[in-house]
C-alpha cells in the first residue's frame, strides 16, 4: 500500500515544519532572532504510462512530499530601547562581524560590552567586534582599509592621553575712541601647545595718532618673538580688519611644535566712546586629559569623552552586506557564517550613504510574527492529522484484504 508510506512522508514533512514553528516561537525573545520558514514540495513521481503521439498523456502518481526548504527570513525586527550605549542596533541590510582571532563570524546581534583588554566584544560570545581602528592622535579613521581576523576595536578607558593645541582665539573688546594717543590697555589669557603645556599671552592695544586706529602686539614671557598689526575701525566703530595670524616661538618647547601658530579672531572688537573693556571669550587648546567614557553614532564611529573635555574619534564599527542574506548559514549563538549561495561580503562603514545606519542605546528583537506562527502551527497540525488519517485508512484496507478470505 504506497498510501501508507505517502501518509509517513506526510507525517515527517509536517513534523519538521512544526519543529521550524516551535523554533521560531521559543526565540520570539531572542535578540535579532530571524524566523525561519518551511516549503513543502512533491517527493519522488512513479510513471505508470508515458505520453504518447497518439493522444494520450503521461500517467504519474506521487509518492509523498518532502521538505523543500527552511528558508531565513531577514526582515527587519522592531528595536526595544535599553538604555546601555554598547547596546547597537542595525536599522537596515548588514551584519556585524566578530572574530575570535582566527574566523570571521556574522550577527545581527548587537550586544556589546568592553573585556578586560578594553576591546569592544560581543557580549554573548566574547568574540571580538572588527571595525577600523582610528588614528591615536588626529583621531583619523581609515575605513577603506581592509578587514582581517585581527581588525578589532579598542577604548583604553583611563589610559589614553590627549592634549589640543590651540588654533584659534575668540577675543572681545570695546576700545575707548576718546582715549588719548599712546593709551594702552592689555589682557591675558592662556593657549596651549601641542603637549598641553599652558603659556601666558597677553594681547596689549595702544592707540595711535590717526583716528579710528590702535595697535597689538601679542607677547608672551614663554616666547622669543611677538606678533604685531594695527586695527582699523569705520565710523560706526566696527572692526574691517576682524582677524589676525598670531605665530609665537616658544623659547623652551620641551618639544612641543614651535613656533606656536593660531588665529586671533578680532571681529568682535569695537572701537566705541567710554571706558575700554577687553575679553577673551573662547580658545580652543585644551591640557591634558584622560579617557572617561565614550559613545557610538549612528555611523558606527567610537568617540572617546576626555575628563578635560576633548572628544575624539577612536574607532568605527564594520558592517558587512551580501546579496542573498536568506543563505547563509547558522551557527547557534546568534551567528551565521558564509555559504556557498551568499556571494562575497561587502565590507562598509555603516550610514545613509550604505543603506543603514546604528542606533545606539537599543537592541533589534526578534522578527518573529508571535500571531502568524500560532495560524501555521494549526495549519501544520491538520495537514499532520489528515496524514495520519490516511494511515488509518490505508491499514483498515489492508486489514479488509486479509479478511477476504474468512
Known amino acids: 500500500m504506497i498510501s501508507i508510506f505517502t501518509g509517513v512522508s506526510g507525517l515527517r514533512a509536517h513534523e519538521r515544519a512544526v519543529d521550524v514553528i516551535a523554533n521560531n516561537i521559543a526565540n520570539i525573545n531572542t535578540v535579532a532572532y530571524k524566523s525561519g520558514r518551511t516549503s513543502f514540495q512533491e517527493a519522488l513521481v512513479q510513471t505508470l504510462r508515458g505520453g504518447s503521439e497518439s493522444g494520450t498523456n503521461p500517467m504519474q502518481m506521487g509518492l509523498g512530499v518532502e521538505l523543500g526548504s527552511i528558508a531565513n527570513i531577514m526582515g527587519q525586527g522592531s528595536l526595544r530601547p535599553t538604555g546601555s550605549p554598547t547596546d547597537l542596533a542595525i536599522v537596515g541590510d548588514g551584519f556585524f562581524m566578530v572574530s575570535d582571532g582566527q574566523t570571521i563570524r556574522y550577527t545581527r546581534d548587537g550586544t556589546m560590552q568592553l573585556d578586560g583588554q578594553n576591546r569592544l566584544v560581543a557580549a554573548s560570545s566574547g568574540m571580538s567586534v572588527s571595525g577600523w581602528s582610528a588614528d591615536p592622535v588626529t583621531g583619523a579613521i581609515d575605513n577603506t582599509a581592509p578587514i582581517n581576523p585581527a581588525s578589532e576595536i579598542v577604548v583604553p578607558l583611563g589610559t589614553m592621553y590627549l ?225 495520519s488519517r490516511v494511515i488509518t485508512t490505508g491499514d483498515e484496507m489492508l486489514q479488509d484484504l486479509l479478511t477476504l478470505k474468512r
Not at 592689555?186 to 592695544?205: E, I, K, R, Y
Not at 574691517?240 to 578680532?266: E, H, I, N, R, Y
Not at 543563505?327 to 562598509?348: D, F, K, Q, V, W
Request: charged share 10%; hydrophobic share 40%; proline share 4%.
Open 163 to 387: 592634549a589640543r593645541q590651540t588654533s584659534n582665539v575668540v577675543y572681545r573688546a570695546c576700545l575707548d575712541s576718546s582715549a588719548a594717543d599712546g593709551t594702552a590697555v592689555d589682557t591675558t589669557f592662556s593657549v596651549f601647545d601641542s603637549l598641553g603645556a599652558a603659556h601666558q599671552v597677553t594681547v596689549t592695544f595702544t592707540k595711535t595718532t590717526t583716528d579710528g586706529e590702535w595697535d597689538w602686539a601679542v607677547t608672551s614671557p614663554d616666547g622669543t618673538s611677538a606678533s604685531t598689526g594695527t586695527l582699523v575701525f569705520d565710523e560706526n566703530g566696527a572692526n574691517t580688519t576682524p582677524s589676525a595670524a598670531v605665530s609665537l616661538a616658544l623659547t623652551d618647547s620641551l618639544g612641543a611644535v614651535t613656533p606656536m601658530d593660531f588665529d586671533l579672531d578680532m571681529s568682535a572688537v569695537m572701537q566705541l566712546s567710554g571706558t575700554s573693556t577687553l575679553q577673551v571669550i573662547n580658545q580652543d587648546g585644551l591640557g591634558p586629559g584622560t579617557l572617561e567614557s565614550f559613545n557610538i553614532d549612528n555611523n558606527g564611529v567610537v568617540i572617546g569623552v576626555f575628563n578635560n573635555g576633548m572628544t575624539q574619534s577612536l574607532g568605527q564599527i564594520a558592517l558587512a552586506r551580501v546579496s542573498n542574506p536568506s543563505g547563509m548559514s547558522r551557527l547557534g549563538g546568534n551567528l551565521y557564517e558564509l555559504s556557498s549561495n551568499t556571494g562575497a561580503p561587502s565590507i562598509s562603514p555603516p550610514g545613509p550613504n550604505a543603506g543603514s545606519t546604528l542606533v545606539s542605546g537599543a537592541l533589534e528583537m526578534s522578527n518573529v510574527d508571535l500571531a502568524n506562527e500560532f495560524a501555521n502551527l494549526i495549519i501544520m497540525q491538520r495537514g499532520f492529522q489528515a496524514n
